[in-house]
């Protein structure tokens, strides 16, 4: 890897202690970051093999995307006028079918390049960590075969993206002919984890998640807990994403989504994460306080399939750690962690009537190193500091949109975009110069998603 010397940026460290940095340099060696500073200083000490000129330029560590599903961007632009439950049955449980199917026939070409393609867009759009909920019961064939889940974490380190990859499980409500045994999906979970747990000099790690609270059983859960607290690895779990899911659980067991699950013992695994948490009562909310739960806010997600607000100023307050997440791109569309912030604000302000509901210093914590926090990964990753690993990216301020530079966190949040991102830096590694992805080729990803976009068009409802 070597060592890498970054000059003459304006420097967001999102570490309290250092702040914000004019005409600042960081200094890297290997995979961490070692020093940080003016650039006056770093030059007077450091050389760097390369050394990266980032005048004009915000230097900033990579963004942590704290829920997405990478497989779902072949299904980019479809069904945009169902809600949860409808959007399921038209787009996703047929794609599984077709990715099954295609397994069947010795080929996984959709599942691998659907997730190169995120690999792509989440890096070219300044993402560096991404956590990807998987749909792993969808993609165990009966027998139970795991090779199909392989492919996503191939996908991630292929392109030097830092990945948690969370494959959730569910034993009831989807369709028969893609329920798996759990003793299956368990099993499956246990060889991904020996396989892959910290691979990729890190940048893999494994978390337990849980599809929903409605379509999982007790035992399901129970099992899960057990495999997160043997293993010593965090837990997610979609939780009050909608009405239909807080009314299934106060139908079936008289109680709200979060309280049952505080029954079961689930808020024990360390790290959790809740992703969406639309629907929180009051004693929800206090119940994810007091067991450290970490939330990931998917604004734009939340938005398109119309599931609601989540009380996000209300959690803030109450000291609940929140991280960003752009969901998959079938419910977004895209997976550009700039935009998703810029939701982020906007949703909250509007909902509430405040205008001073989230800063966007706090937006852009939430989407760094709060993010990392929720993930449980906040000592590697989330700001530039000594000793955490080199993760960061560039952004060009030189466009019309980013003029003038008044105040650099609100022009982050409110005017840049992905396409703004000019480097990215993964765990000391350059993995996007000028623009351009240095370890997979772009051009022959979207070739092939646009040669298999037929398959997936005849049994999709687009």
């Known amino acids: 890897m070597g060592s890498i010397l970054i000059k003459h940026g304006l420097v967001l460290s999102m570490n309290e202690r250092i702040g914000t940095i004019s005409d600042g340099a960081v ?3 290997g995979d961490e970051i070692v020093d940080v500073g003016k650039t006056s200083t770093l030059l007077q000490k450091y050389r760097g093999e390369t050394v990266i000129d980032a005048s004009n330029m915000v230097v900033l560590p990579g963004l942590v995307n704290t829920h997405v599903h990478f497989y779902q961007s072949v299904l ?19 794609l599984c079918r077709l990715m099954l199917e295609e397994s069947l026939e010795g080929c996984h070409d959709i599942l691998y390049y659907s997730n190169l393609l995120s690999c792509v867009e989440l890096i070219k759009s300044g993402t560096t960590t991404a956590s990807n909920m998987d749909i792993f019961p969808l993609l165990l064939s009966p027998e139970g075969d795991y090779v199909l889940c392989r492919h996503p974490i191939r996908a991630a380190i292929e392109s030097g993206l830092r990945e948690v990859y969370a494959p959730h499980m569910a034993d009831m409500w989807i369709p028969d002919d893609l329920i798996r045994p759990r ?7 246990k060889r991904l984890y020996e396989e892959f747990h910290e691979s990729a000099d890190g940048r893999v790690r494994l978390m337990v998640s849980l599809s929903t609270p409605f379509n999982c059983s007790q035992e399901m859960i129970q099992e899960a807990l057990d495999f997160s607290m043997r293993y010593g690895i965090g837990m997610q779990i979609h939780l009050s994403e909608t009405m239909y899911e807080v009314e299934l659980i106060r139908k079936k067991y008289n109680v709200y989504p979060a309280e049952y699950l505080d029954k079961l013992g689930l808020f024990s695994a360390r790290p959790f994460v809740a992703v969406h948490c639309v629907w929180l009562t009051d004693n929800e909310m206090e119940l994810l306080r007091k067991h450290g739960v970490g939330v990931s806010y998917n604004p734009e997600s939340n938005m398109k399939l119309a599931s609601g607000v989540p009380p996000v100023a209300r959690l803030l307050k109450m000291g609940i750690k929140i991280g960003i997440g752009t969901d998959g791109a079938a419910s977004n569309d895209n997976l550009d962690m700039f935009e998703e912030m810029r939701s982020a604000a906007l949703l909250q302000k509007s909902s509430t009537g405040d205008p001073s509901t989230l800063s966007a210093e706090e937006v852009l914590r939430m989407a760094t190193i709060d993010g990392a926090r929720v993930l449980g990964i906040d000592k590697d990753v989330g700001s530039i500091e000594h000793g955490k690993k080199a993760d960061i990216i560039l952004v060009n301020l030189k466009a019309p949109h980013l003029q003038p530079v008044n105040n650099v966190y609100r022009l982050i949040v409110y005017c840049a975009r992905g396409s703004d991102v000019d480097t990215s830096i993964i765990n000391g590694e350059i993995v996007m110069r000028n623009r351009q992805l240095l370890k ?15 398959r997936i068009k005849k049994v999709v409802e687009l």
Do not use: H
């Not at 003793?183 to 979970?189: A, G, K, Q, R, W």
């Not at 997979?440 to 037929?454: H, M, V, Y």
């Open 27 to 29: 200094y890297i060696e």
């Open 76 to 94: 980019r632009g479809s069904c945009d006028t169902a809600p949860l439950v409808d959007w399921c049955n038209k787009t996703l449980f047929p």
């Open 183 to 189: 003793e299956l999906m368990i099993d499956s979970l």
């Open 440 to 454: 997979i080729d772009e051009g022959e990803i979207i070739g092939k998603i646009n040669q298999l976009a037929g």
